[in-house]
């Protein structure tokens, strides 16, 4: 997920889309394990909830705060990608700084997901 985030999401959708293809999930199993983890990574500041004006990404409204990103989370709109506004994630140099200090375990747990 975390990769995911460093590449570029044009929106919340994309995270499910990355873990789609385990067909052992049902689809409610997938949607929780996105959220649980992207809930996770939000509550320890690995990562930024932001808020753009479309889906193109063109306008950001705004970086959204800790304690107001669950409404938007339980609200399965911000997951849509042609929504308005759109919701995308960024990194922050705390997710940046765990990527660079764990990079044979978050390689192993990529390859292990293969």
């Known amino acids: 997920m975390?990769?995911?985030i460093e590449a570029g999401l044009f929106g919340l959708y994309q995270l499910f889309e990355n873990i789609?293809?385990?067909a052992f999930l049902t689809l409610p199993?997938?949607?929780s394990v996105v959220y649980t983890l992207l809930r996770e990574l939000l509550f320890e500041e690995l990562a930024v909830l932001e808020e753009f004006t479309d889906p193109h990404l063109t306008?950001?409204?705004?970086?959204v705060e800790a304690g107001y990103f669950?409404?938007?989370l339980?609200?399965?709109r911000s997951w849509d990608l042609n929504a308005r506004p759109t919701y995308t994630l960024r990194l922050t140099l705390k997710g940046e700084?765990?990527?660079d200090r764990y990079p044979d375990e978050l390689k192993q747990l990529e390859e292990r997901s293969r």
């Open 59 to 63: 306008t950001k409204v705004r970086d």
């Open 74 to 76: 339980d609200n399965p």
């Open 97 to 99: 700084e765990f990527m």
């Open 2 to 4: 975390l990769w995911s």
């Open 20 to 22: 789609n293809h385990y």
């Open 29 to 31: 199993e997938k949607y």
């Open 70 to 72: 669950l409404p938007i």
